[in-house]
């Protein structure tokens, strides 16, 4: 018998040209775009991907119009002006055919940004020009030089602008602009970078625009504007106490009335407030200009290397000549569509504030709203129920009260919180100062915590505590009641466990935290009886259809 052996010789010589094939593929498409980590939490890189996706939502005739002028009031690294750059470099080739006109008259006359930052502008013109120095020219002494062997603009900045703008402060000491404090760090003498964003810090934006790019012509207009604006001001992140930024980019831009308008941003303005967006909500709901927008559930999908953008984002296509309904597209973690709707982003035949997600959820409400029942936001505390911050187990002297005992107190009460980012629990004489809600303290209610989930649909999942009369507690939790007697307690209880209980409140919300106006989808009910989804599906009507999509997307609670 004849046995065949491999060749190591022949395998090894494969298995070097594969490799050295691989390594050749990787060099040819390397993208140095691509390496470039965020410079902060303020400002997120946009990867090469998901700008490609953000301008497949504009329409195909842009491609081909060599008379449009487009703007990036929010550049970061060059990298939506380059891959616009791409697409008319291909797409003008019938109107000018001959390819360094076309491609100086792309760079010339058709593509405009502001940069971030000084860093940011110096990184955006060595992606688009190829040199941070837009005239330079090639000498023996300095190899490198820009596009067009640096001829195609007379100044260093060619059509990418450095930032000149600083804060203006009121007599609060707060940036008239953008709202940022003369004490914080954005306004450091020993920083290099002020943050003072050129599109927002100036009173007449288009005049402004004018002078910076076309000589002070005041018959110069933008047709596209598009871009990732900064996403907060950040004081910690994407934290509880981060000021919005993108919303007033947004608002800026829609105010210079261009021909389309695209920019990603964090999606929890729909139905959050926090960082001071309302009034973009507000906005927003009546925009019948929207022509497409695409909501990620999960920020991650979109940012690989981000994951703390709370309640996803998304971006949209805003033309000025639409007056229709908005084509919407949800997308699950896996960044595959699983909803499209076509509809305003305001539902008028629910009454709500927000923008209802998921199409699903509004013949929901519908049902809920048309017994007309209260609202179950009547037994939610606000923030500090008791009026203690949450971290007062560790801080107390911060607020002048008297000292805490970790021992019980007989005929004490006892307080409910945190220590060391633990739950503990500190006991009072009945003589401390209580500031708020002292009569519900001898009651029975429920505690539930403050900051619960991710906001995607089905995490919410509370911990539920009976308490007794004779406890309060902390921020940590909000209060619900009080109620008169344990029975009633324990049947609230049971409601606020149900899939139905918890998708009313997942409506609005799409971030961690959960506050008290989160609550007012949820009608109150008989709380006599103890309750179970399938009592409830059956008093509000529910459909099969809707039954079957709750039992799926809301988890079971212990």
Not at 369 to 389: A, N
Not at 532 to 550: C, H, R, V
Request: glycine share 6%; hydrophobic share 35%; charged share 30%.
């Amino acid at each position: 018998m004849i046995i065949e052996r491999e060749n190591e010789a022949l395998l090894a010589q494969n298995k070097l040209l594969s490799s050295v094939e691989e390594a050749y593929n990787y060099i040819e498409k390397f993208d140095i775009l691509e390496t470039i980590n965020n410079v902060g939490n303020d400002e997120i890189f946009t990867p090469v991907k998901l700008c490609n996706e953000i301008l497949d939502v504009l329409p195909a005739e842009v491609w081909s119009n060599p008379k449009y002028k487009w703007l990036n009031p929010c550049d970061k690294n060059g990298v939506f002006s380059r891959e616009i750059a791409l697409r008319l470099d291909e797409g003008l080739k019938t109107a000018i055919p001959n390819q360094e006109a076309r491609r100086r008259h792309i760079m010339k006359n058709m593509l405009f940004s502001l940069g971030l930052t000084k860093f940011t502008a110096l990184v955006a013109r060595r992606t688009l020009y190829y040199c941070s120095v837009a005239n330079r020219k090639f000498t023996k002494e300095e190899e490198g030089y820009a596009i067009g062997n640096g001829t195609w603009f007379d100044d260093n900045e060619g059509n990418i602008k450095t930032p000149i703008t600083e804060h203006s402060f009121d007599k609060k000491g707060r940036c008239i602009y953008c709202g940022t404090s003369k004490q914080g760090k954005y306004t450091d003498p020993k920083q290099i970078e002020h943050y003072a964003y050129e599109f927002l810090h100036n009173d007449n934006i288009e005049e402004h625009l004018q002078k910076r790019f076309f000589k002070g012509n005041k018959n110069m207009k933008f047709d596209i504007i598009i871009g990732n604006p900064p996403y907060h001001l950040s004081d910690g992140g994407f934290g509880a106490s981060a000021m919005a930024i993108y919303d007033k980019f947004v608002l800026k831009a829609i105010s210079l009335e261009p021909k389309y308008l695209s920019m990603i941003i964090p999606t929890r303005w729909i139905s959050d407030g926090k960082g001071g967006v309302n009034e973009f909500r507000k906005h927003m709901l009546q925009e019948r200009r929207l022509v497409e927008m695409h909501d990620y559930e999960d920020a991650h999908t979109c940012f690989p290397s981000v994951s703390d953008i709370k309640g996803g984002v998304c971006y949209f296509l805003w033309d000025r000549d639409h007056n229709s309904e908005c084509n919407i597209y949800n997308y699950d973690k896996n960044g595959d569509i699983f909803q499209k709707s076509y509809r305003f982003l305001l539902e008028k035949s629910v009454k709500t504030d927000i923008v209802l997600r998921d199409s699903r959820w509004t013949e929901i409400v519908i049902k809920v709203q048309s017994l007309s029942e209260e609202s179950f936001i009547k037994f939610v505390s606000p923030r500090k129920p008791y009026g203690l911050s949450g971290d007062v187990f560790d801080f107390i002297e911060k607020y002048h009260l008297p000292k805490m005992s970790e021992k019980i107190i007989k005929d004490g009460y006892k307080i409910l919180g945190r220590s060391n980012n633990k739950p503990a629990e500190r006991y009072v004489d009945k003589g401390y100062p209580i500031s708020k809600n002292r009569d519900s303290v001898e009651m029975w209610k429920i505690f539930t915590q403050r900051n619960v989930g991710t906001g995607k649909t089905g995490d919410y999942l509370p911990k539920i505590i009976i308490a007794e009369p004779g406890v309060l507690c902390t921020e940590t939790y909000l209060m619900i009641g009080p109620f008169p007697s344990k029975e009633i307690t324990n049947n609230v209880a049971t409601y606020i466990k149900t899939k139905f209980f918890r998708l009313l409140v997942e409506m609005k919300k799409n971030t961690q935290g959960v506050k008290r106006d989160k609550f007012s989808f949820v009608p109150i009910q008989d709380f006599n009886k103890p309750w179970t989804d399938k009592e409830l599906y059956e008093k509000y009507k529910l459909s099969q259809e809707e039954i079957d999509y709750i039992e799926k997307h809301i988890k079971e609670m212990d």
